[in-house]
T-cell receptor
Framework: GAGVSQSPRYKVAKRGQDVALRCDPI?????LFWYQQALGQGPEFLTYFQNEAQLDKSGLPSDRFFAERPEGSVSTLKIQRTQQEDSAVYLCASPDFLPGINTGELFFGEGSRLTVL | AQSVTQLDSQVPVFEEAPVELRCNYSSSVSVYLFWYVQYPNQGLQLLLKYLSGSTLVKGINGFEAEFNKSQTSFHLRKPSVHISDTAEYFCAVSMVRDDKIIFGKGTRLHILP
């Protein structure tokens, strides 16, 4: 596609409910990042994929958070048993640079805004 | 590990006045530095970047930034701001040859008429 597409754009969940957020990166981009942006904060790194391999998941805040990219394109971020502190905008980004040749251009989606009641 | 500090959470400035948004980083190894901008109701986009070479880098919309290794800073400047520059600006850093990019907390630029 022309850009990074994320769905749903808005999600309201009751505490304890499971949610799944989808990211469709720019076609052909090898790498994919997930970030969490709380209100008034900068994007916080969650996890990083190269193709289908999850190379870094050091930013996932708890074992309730799980991400996958089974075929190396679309990625899903799943949050189990959501808590109020999970309320944030979840951003997906795919870079135009090849792995290991970072030139810094991350293309971001518009994000999925999660509100946990 | 690297980190980024943006000391000012908000900066008000009159239209057509100059502005500087401050960014300091911490890293024990060589880094790449970036400024991203988030306009209201839009996604983040790259404003400019420093990878190597000249320490003064120019970006889109008349912005520029200077990499100062001794002061570990990468401040963003514009000589004359316009109402359309109203946005949140994020400084970011990554280690050389590491794809992970770490963002600061952001500075909201508020243009006064």
């Amino acid at each position: 596609g022309a850009g990074v597409s994320q769905s749903p754009r808005y999600k309201v969940a009751k505490r304890g409910q499971d949610v799944a957020l989808r990211c469709d990166p720019i076609s052909g981009h090898v790498s994919l990042f997930w970030y969490q942006q709380a209100l008034g904060q900068g994007p916080e790194f969650l996890t990083y994929f190269q193709n289908e391999a999850q190379l870094d998941k050091s930013g996932l805040p708890s074992d309730r958070f799980f991400a996958e990219r089974p075929e190396g394109s679309v990625s899903t971020l799943k949050i189990q048993r959501t808590q109020q502190e999970d309320s944030a905008v979840y951003l997906c980004a795919s870079p135009d640079f090849l792995p290991g040749i970072n030139t810094g251009e991350l293309f971001f989606g518009e994000g999925s805004r999660l509100t946990v009641l | 590990a690297q980190s980024v500090t943006q000391l000012d959470s908000q900066v008000p400035v009159f239209e057509e006045a100059p502005v500087e948004l401050r960014c300091n980083y911490s890293s024990s190894v060589s880094v790449y530095l970036f400024w991203y901008v988030q306009y209201p109701n839009q996604g983040l986009q790259l404003l400019l970047k420093y990878l190597s070479g000249s320490t003064l880098v120019k970006g889109i919309n008349g912005f520029e930034a200077e990499f100062n290794k001794s002061q570990t800073s990468f401040h963003l400047r514009k000589p004359s701001v316009h109402i359309s520059d109203t946005a949140e600006y994020f400084c970011a850093v990554s280690m050389v040859r590491d794809d992970k990019i770490i963002f600061g907390k952001g500075t909201r630029l508020h243009i006064l008429p």
